[in-house]
């Protein structure tokens, strides 16, 4: 596992955002993209080990080689955008970039403006924070302060459980929640399974896991209606599970296979 990167990029790497300009979603083919010799994909630099900034400062993890195996399977070059959680989307259906590889959980809400692919990674998100505070399930969140990563999935499990005096503090990506949690401003936070393990790297018998908010498949995105684009990813997702490829990069990066809900597509 790679882990030197993952704990640089928590402590310090901070998503790039610039504002998109609104416009007709144009569906893709996977023509148009060989056509044009490039495609583009968005995805996230704040959310290791699936996204990262390497030390040079170029998009990283998980995510950037999934995207580079696609891109080589379809023979065209890749472009890498680093998106933000809240912003990946709008990216997406604005036609700033082809395809979102942005650790993006599948969701209802999140279906009805984009069309997922089969799921090539999956996490399970819990409510995390210092060791000393009794929480077990909801109700232990009343009057506590959590921090959790604005729009993410995190955001919508606490937001639909939380007691009314819950103080849901919303950040604009992983790595300010973390450190909200880290520095002493919120005792709890949303996280996933890989936010945690370096949490608990960087800081040990400090925090725990106090109980599971849900477990999330996550998927390819691409623009609605954009039919053909989905079924050749998913054709490709269903060639590099079955040859090994997608779970040794998961090997790599996350330290251990592919969960097995997303090798069989469930």
Known sequence: MKTCKTVLALAGAAALAVGFVAGPVAAQTPDEIQSRGTVNIGLLVDFPPFGILDEAGNPDGYDADV??????DMGVELNLVPVTGPNRIPYLVSNQVDILVASLGITPERAEQVDFSEPYAGIEIFVFGDAG???????????????VARASTQDTAITEIAPA??????FDDDATAVQALLSGQTPLMGGSNVVISQIEAMAPDRF??????????????VRPGSDELLDYINDFLTRVKADGSINALHEEWVGGPLPEFVVSGD
Not at 133 to 147: F, K, M, T, Y
């Open 165 to 170: 005096d819950a103080n849901i503090q919303r």
């Open 67 to 72: 995207a580079r195996l696609l891109a080589d």
């Open 133 to 147: 505070l009794d929480v077990s399930g909801p109700e232990g969140l009343s009057g506590q302060n959590i921090a």
């Open 208 to 221: 725990d896991t106090k109980f599971s908010l849900r477990q999330q498949s996550q998927a390819i995105a």
